[in-house]
């Protein structure tokens, strides 16, 4: 049985996304660190004083680039998955922009006896997202993304040693 859905790759939509999906994972994902690397024990150390953390940052925030962002992405999929009232909401918001965006520009959209321009569409769907988003706690699922994200990532870069080793062979390469 044939289907009568479009092939997703014909889509020049899709085709754009998924270029700039290619892109990020090839130039922020490019580099992910091993994990026995990335949670080293025997690297945890306490710095010796604010300009031993400032060097710490300054070396691990570079070299771990592509783990702090999988780490922020897998923040961000954990609030999702336990927030099903913000996920169903980023989907309708979603679901409305796309559709709204797929209607003929300068046409309206006639339901029954009614006629929608787009103005009153995106309106409608703006006075609905926000309560949606008020109640779903978008606000404060932000806050705790960009809070836990700051820490763990920082936390791990500061007290994360860096390799002498390693120091060295990237030093000379430049």
């Known amino acids: 049985m044939a289907s009568n859905f479009p092939d997703v790759s014909s889509l020049p939509i899709s085709q754009e996304r998924l270029s700039l999906l290619n892109r990020f994972k090839s130039e922020r994902l490019g580099n992910v660190r091993p994990l026995n690397e990335f949670f080293s024990r025997e690297r945890f150390s306490k710095p010796n004083g604010m300009g031993d953390v400032a060097q710490r940052l300054s070396y691990n925030l570079t070299h771990f680039q592509s783990n702090y962002i999988i780490v922020v992405l897998g923040l961000l999929v954990y609030c999702l998955i336990t927030n099903l009232w913000l996920t169903l909401t980023i989907l309708f918001l979603m679901g409305g922009l796309n559709f709204i965006r797929k209607l003929p520009p300068n046409e309206p959209f006639v339901f ?7 103005k009153k569409m995106y309106t409608v769907l703006f006075c609905i997202s926000v309560p949606l988003l008020w109640i779903s706690s978008a606000g404060s699922t932000i ?32």
């Open 112 to 118: 029954h006896e009614y006629v929608i321009t787009q």
């Open 143 to 174: 806050f705790w993304i960009v809070g836990a994200s700051a820490t763990l990532v920082l936390g791990h870069a500061a007290l994360f040693r860096p390799d002498i080793n390693e120091s060295f062979t990237t030093d000379s390469q430049v």
